[in-house]
């Protein structure tokens, strides 16, 4: 489940790097991670203002949530 997870993160700051290029100075990206509340994650949100330091023009969103829910809200936030 950490590898699932671990992955997640890193597609999600690639991806967001990614499209962070591809923003007109100035402008900030944004990266919208959705994690299970588990103490591993809390963890990784920790780790999120270092993030933000390094990389001032990303904003990550963060949103824990339950293991029963995440699935409707990966299927919901991809469709839209």
């Known amino acids: ?4 997870a671990l992955f997640l993160v890193i ?3 690639v991806v967001g790097l990614s499209g962070a290029i591809a ?3 100035g402008e900030k990206g944004e ?3 959705l994690m299970l509340t588990s103490p591993a994650m809390l963890a990784l949100r920790d780790m999120v203002p270092k993030f933000e330091e390094k990389y ?3 904003k990550v969103v963060w949103e824990d949530t339950a293991y029963a ?3 409707t809200k990966q299927v919901n936030d ?3």
């Open 78 to 80: 991809f469709v839209s």
């Open 69 to 71: 829910d995440i699935h």
């Open 31 to 33: 990266i919208r991670v």
């Open 56 to 58: 001032p023009d990303i």
């Open 11 to 13: 597609v999600s700051l």
């Open 23 to 25: 923003f007109p100075e």
């Open 1 to 4: 489940m950490r590898r699932v």
